[in-house]
C-alpha cells in the first residue's frame, strides 16, 4: 500500500514570502557568504554533506539523501525562528 504525500503548506499562505526570505538569510547565514541564490545555496549545503544533488531533476537521489538537505535547512529555519520568538518574549517581559 502506498501512502501519498500531502505536500506542506503555510498556515497562513501571506507569510510565503516571509519564510522565502528567512530561508535565504538562514543559508547565507550557513554558508557564510552574501547574496546566492536559493537554488545554489542548496546545492553547496548539498555538495557539502555529499550529496550528489545536481540543478533540475534530482528524481533519482533517495528520499534520505534530499532529506539531508532539506533537514538541514529546515532544521536552522525552526531554530532560528524559536530564537527570534524567544528573543520576542523577552523584550515584551521588560
Known amino acids: 500500500m502506498t501512502r501519498k504525500r500531502k505536500r506542506r503548506s503555510l498556515l497562513v499562505p501571506a507569510a510565503e514570502a516571509g519564510m522565502e ?13 552574501g547574496h546566492v541564490s536559493p537554488e545554489q545555496m542548496k546545492l553547496e549545503i548539498a555538495k557539502e554533506l555529499h550529496v550528489p544533488m545536481q540543478v533540475g531533476y534530482n528524481g533519482e537521489l533517495k ?21 527570534r520568538g524567544l528573543n520576542q518574549w523577552r523584550h515584551q517581559r521588560n
Request: glycine share 18%.
Open 21 to 33: 526570505q528567512l530561508k535565504t538569510e538562514i543559508m547565507q547565514k550557513q554558508l557564510g557568504r
Open 63 to 83: 528520499a534520505k539523501q534530499t532529506g539531508k538537505v532539506g533537514g538541514q535547512i529546515g532544521g536552522a529555519m525552526v531554530k532560528e525562528l524559536v530564537q
